[in-house]
């Protein structure tokens, strides 16, 4: 489904299976260390705590820090559950992509507010983000008319794909939602820069 926003932005409520969805689930709560948290270290030496868990899930060339810095965040090779969603994705979309960044959130007490993806890996055209758990309202807004907003729900095993003029045009943020009391994961596919090469 096109969303009703001035970019290319879809929606895909099913894309993966409920069945995938906890699996996939399942495994990152079980196996992922520190989710209540994360320490980035940042460039003097000093860590920043962020308040919710995050961690990513790359190309094994990319757990080194001379091409991933440490003030990325604490990172490892993907995991054999996410690899089949991994492909299902670049097939759907026709790129590639050597980074997922992994945000867990408890309750609904844990948000994030209105923001746009800067280019901190690779080009931004592209940036499908898929949804596991408790289902939770996801916000758009136009970055020069804040009255200009698009929300909707985000359901267990949903994809949204924030396409061309996105990033540019939009801010998107998850409000607090009090009255869920149950966990989500959000999965952020990133292309990333190679050095000495196109983007891909």
């Given amino acids: 489904?096109?969303?009703?926003?001035?970019?290319?932005?879809?929606?895909?409520?099913?894309f993966i299976s409920k069945e995938d969805s906890s699996a996939i689930f399942d495994w990152i709560y079980t196996h992922v260390e520190g989710l209540d948290y994360e320490n980035i270290e940042m460039a003097?030496?000093?860590?920043?705590?962020?308040?919710?868990?995050?961690?990513m899930f790359v190309d094994e060339p990319l757990t080194n820090a001379v091409l991933l810095e440490n003030i990325h965040g604490r990172r490892q090779h993907w995991p054999d559950v996410l690899l089949p969603v991994k492909?299902?994705?670049?097939?759907?979309?026709?790129?590639?992509?050597?980074?997922?960044?992994?945000?867990?959130?408890r309750d609904g007490n844990e948000s994030v507010a209105f923001h746009y993806d800067p280019p901190a890996f690779g080009p931004t055209n592209v940036i499908p983000s898929l949804s596991l758990g408790q289902p939770r309202?996801?916000?758009?807004?136009?970055?020069?008319d804040h009255s200009d907003q698009y929300s909707l729900?985000?359901?267990?095993?949903?994809?949204?794909?924030?396409?061309?003029?996105?990033?540019?045009k939009y801010e998107h943020a998850l409000p607090v939602a009090k009255h869920h009391d149950f966990s989500r994961i959000n999965l952020t596919f990133r292309q990333f820069n190679w050095p000495n090469s196109t983007y891909t």
């Fill in 137 to 144: 309202e996801f916000i758009f807004r136009n970055k020069q």
């Fill in 153 to 168: 729900t985000l359901g267990n095993g949903s994809l949204v794909i924030m396409g061309e003029g996105c990033q540019e």
């Fill in 44 to 55: 003097d030496g000093s860590e920043f705590r962020l308040s919710v868990g995050k961690c």
């Fill in 1 to 14: 489904m096109q969303l009703p926003i001035n970019c290319n932005t879809q929606y895909i409520e099913n």
């Fill in 87 to 105: 492909q299902k994705i670049e097939q759907f979309t026709g790129l590639i992509f050597s980074v997922c960044v992994c945000i867990y959130y």
